[in-house]
């Protein structure tokens, strides 16, 4: 079930079977020369999308949480962050809207990994409401709050590893690029030229150093191989493995 | 274009001819037996993306602000909601985000009446970062910030009013609920029965309270009248009136 | 009764027959050539006092809330503003400090315009402490939060069309400094030239923008016409509405 | 001057003269079996207006932040706090927008001894803006802030000791219930008894255990001594302290 | 016992018998040329470890909070502080957690005067949290703050006044110079040379006007009469009154 | 050199050779049966002051940030723990304060793998001051941060695990309490039994969890190895390669 296409008596009757529910999460930042700017929210998005159509019943996927942490690719035009204290507070108050529901248990399903940090510090924040009770333990329920980056899954890691066995790269990747072009097929950039083929690597700090230390955006890959035809086989790798982590969850 | 799915230098290539960009606004909240919860988020997303697909370079449409207020509706399964103060923090780091890159007007396009206090709310915390510099007029541009509902075009609510003599309703409205089946047409609940056929009106406050008075979530419609074939015909006025009004912005 | 003119047992022995208080909220903000700074916070606390002294039992008022929101009269001396969240903060721990009490009916009676959006956002703040409770319910108490603005009562309304069918206004309103002036005759600027004698009509941005484009304050109005019996007359209706509405309440 | 009673071009030709503003702030709490809950916000703002009154081009009154630090009250009906975090935010707001018009030495004029710490605390995190300034010294003006209570005027102290040689007490003292009996003689509750007649002393808590140790509110006072005429010494007393203190500001 | 330097048992096993623990506070800022920047963190921890050593059972001290509100010593290199805004909020996590444990008694131990207003200002926010309760009273236990500055024991006072007659001053006094040359003596800085040799009084305000009127960052002391002999006797002093109030507490 | 043992003219003096300060960051937490509640903020203090020892010239150590990220631990007396928001705060004061000196390089030198995600969110939250300047770069300087925890070097990854080839561990490890058993032997629990005598792994949720799934606080470790010697080896490696690292700084 898709939360945002589904009624409220659809939900309240979904919560008799299962308290748990998979969010999608993400950012909106550039992602090189031929990488949509929506590329990390898109992605988990995409895959929970596919997962949901395959097993309708088996999977409870919320709306996308589209704009995490990108301070530091504010260099680059489109790209959109939230502080970390901001982000905190909504994942909060998203948490705790679904826990006034009867919601238990939070699969962050994860984009971007410039969000693992502070999607860890927003778990620590939302538990402290209950560990910080003077009884030891009030009347809210126990929380499981999970984070998952599509790209762990060890079926995808072996996948994207033997597609791309140069130029995978960390930023604007050969192999997320290749899921959004299988998605928006007729969004592909499939004539821009880059220089260096693979991108540099180094440290990320603020958005100035960024930009001078990785001049089109990339880091460590070469996106001209995305396609859709990788696109396609990466969506179904990790829509399965979601599958299968959820019913485990 | 889209946002989301523009790489950087598209982007700053548009940033040359126009400063402007639409933010399609919604929420995520029962609509009533036989809306999507999803609803105000997707109805000013499906006329953005639909006025972008007749016209996209006339348009810039930015990635949905999905969740916003709806702490009225919490006594429904499936709502989420941001405490306004989450929501104006949230809105300002958009805006700080964009206002790096030079974007000077921000039209916020509506999708819940229960967001506009906050997203006025919002432009006056963000106008005030400008307005509070001890010189008068600091290095900030001036911005323009402007929030529109889309059922408020003329020609819409012309529309909505013909399609619709009775039982258009507030909440969970059957203009509404149409603009969803149109682009979701798989997702219809054709078969859902409401009693009363019109739902009773009245005054909004916590979700407690609202789930007293308004049992199913509706506020005054008769959404069962909604189908897409007027879906189809709101979102093309919608979109028109949309282009038309970037046009002069 | 004046809330802080009593004692607390008073206001204890007060709260066995009613939860009700009014609180007048306002601003302080330019009004324009010959407005006082103080009009909005002043209306509606001269209001509710006039309908104080002739009807002390039937109506409990609060301190004026006497600075709100402001930020785009920021260009002109002597204007002071909270940033909405400051003020969402300060509303909400009026709130609970009156709840705390035993107060569960909160009538804000709004003086300027520039608040309407923050007081709704507030409200939702408010409500949020309830409506989050994990459990659906929990011990607070049901609140009755309400905003009006004293100019909107049906016999105010027509009164101020009638005194003033040119030039009324939307800032510094003919009928608000003429309240003034009834309460503070002392205080009159009688002899303030204007030009041109019906000030402009307009959006409203930051305060750089307003200052531009309304340079002496005023939006759309000749508050030359203001004068101290037309304020009375004002007064009058405006505290009976307000009794009435109270009574209902 | 009153700022509230003052249009802003009035203000403007001020701000040519003197770059000093009085702002009487005060609290919202219960004062005891016969005194007023507005008490300690009333005492400077009467203070001050009767200051303005006899030297109106000497003294810029600013309207009186009237809801301050009472949570140790709250077990009294009728007392309002801001928490020290909102009144932080709420001193800071009020201050950046009076430096926005060149304001900047401010004299924040107490009735309340609870408020002394956050006050104090407000004015470095207003000073910290310009603290932190990377450079050093940014562009902002330095600030004189003031905190002066009007009972530690020496000739006030002096009279108050003489007028109540025993039960002056520290909360509901003789001489603030005198002051706003000579302001307000119509509200003058003076046939209250006290049993004992001189309250307990001892230390300040939080509200349960502030009820439970000062069973009518009262610490260590008296204020069935006061009366009209010692408040109308006391007032035109601290009146001419605060007209010299000004003076040299 | 020291916490930082016990297990958690024996922690449990302490809450049997006392709910009391010392919290030593300072801050981090320049003490002229020949004071240590950590001078106000170091005392209350020098003299709460003196005491803890000699009667390890009859007293539990907590790790210290060593950086708190320096602000204006800003302009003088190595000095850091905390918004008053984050002191209070870091005070009430560090005192909900040991809530949480069963502590109900909370003795601050401060080395810094301008601590002092933040410090009880967050004792207000803190005592917020019960005094909020609608019902008047929630399940949270009551709670003593206490603050308490090493050098107002009058043991002390009455040495520090007999040690240093004249320059101990106001800040970078003699007698804190003196304890931390005691706890550290291979730190002394013998052969500074100070001019005058009583530093210059006045007012406190922001970073910068700090340093222009107090140039090498003394106020009213001659620190160069500091040494181990006179941080010995002082600690054994403090140290013993610590012990004495808190076996009162 | 350490910051809280040195005078500000002699940070005046380090500042014109270097920008750069070590930072220690730990938590106060339970470790166990008998590892100190303090070992995650001793550690990293622990290790830099012995590298400080041996060259001081090359080093500047801050005072410890001594309390982190500890919620999970609130099941055990002792931990005390800020909320990740209020961490982020204080890391941001720091920051602020030290750059208005002159210093640009921050190396937090970290004891405890629960602060890693909020210390990376904080690091987003100080670079967005810059990285949200409309001009797209303001006139602060651009910041080196850097996290490392001081069991992550190689030569004492690799001392560890010979040390401890078996239980080790994740929490209370065996290094961790031989360290602080080096720097504190007097307070070594020598006669602890602990049963079993490896701890159990598994994950981390919040405090009530935490207690449940971990009885004694231990994550995978048996820390009854830990004793001096090792500890002094592991001090000794970690100081060296702290001095190297900060070398290539």
Redesign the interface.
Same mark, same amino acid.
């Given at each position: 079930m898709l939360?945002?296409?589904?009624?409220?008596?659809e =939900?309240?009757t979904r $919560?008799e079977q299962s308290k748990a529910i998979v969010i999608p999460i993400g950012s909106?930042e550039?992602?090189?020369?031929?990488?949509?700017?929506?590329t990390d929210? $898109?992605c988990p998005e995409i895959i929970a999308n596919h997962a949901e159509k395959s097993a309708p019943d088996d999977i409870l996927v919320?709306?996308?949480f589209? #704009?995490g942490?990108?301070?530091?690719h $504010?260099?680059?035009?489109?790209?959109?962050?939230?502080?970390?204290?901001?982000m =905190?507070? &909504?994942m $909060?108050?998203?948490t705790? &809207?679904?826990?006034?529901?009867?919601f238990e248990k939070f699969y962050w399903f994860n984009g971007h990994g410039?969000n =693992? /940090?502070? =999607?860890? @510090? @927003?778990f620590?924040?939302i538990? /402290?409401q *209950?560990?910080?009770?003077? *009884?030891?333990?009030d009347? *809210?329920?126990?929380?499981?709050?999970r984070r998952v980056n599509w790209w762990d899954y060890k079926s995808v890691e072996t996948l994207y590893k033997q597609l791309y066995p140069t130029g995978h790269g960390m930023h604007a990747t050969a192999s997320e690029v290749s899921v959004t072009y299988y998605a928006?097929p007729d969004?592909q950039?499939s004539d #821009?030229e880059m220089s260096p083929k693979i991108a540099p690597v180094g440290r990320i700090?603020? @958005?100035?150093?960024y930009r001078a230390d990785f001049p089109d955006?990339r880091i460590g890959s070469d996106p001209t191989q995305s396609n859709v035809e990788d696109g396609r086989k990466l969506v179904e790798a990790a829509a399965e493995a979601l599958l299968k982590d959820i019913a485990r969850f």
């Open positions: 939360l945002h296409l589904s009624t409220w008596p =939900i309240a $919560l909106m550039q992602h090189g020369p031929n990488g949509f700017i929506g929210a $898109l919320a709306p996308t589209n #704009v942490c990108a301070q530091h $504010l260099g680059f035009p489109g790209s959109i962050t939230l502080r970390p204290s901001t =905190i507070a &909504s $909060l108050d998203w705790n &809207s679904l826990v006034r529901h009867g410039g =693992i /940090a502070t =999607i860890e @510090a @927003a620590s924040e538990h /402290a *209950r560990s910080f009770d003077p *009884r030891g333990e009347n *809210r329920p126990g929380l499981t709050l928006y969004h950039k #821009v700090g603020d @958005a100035v150093q955006g």
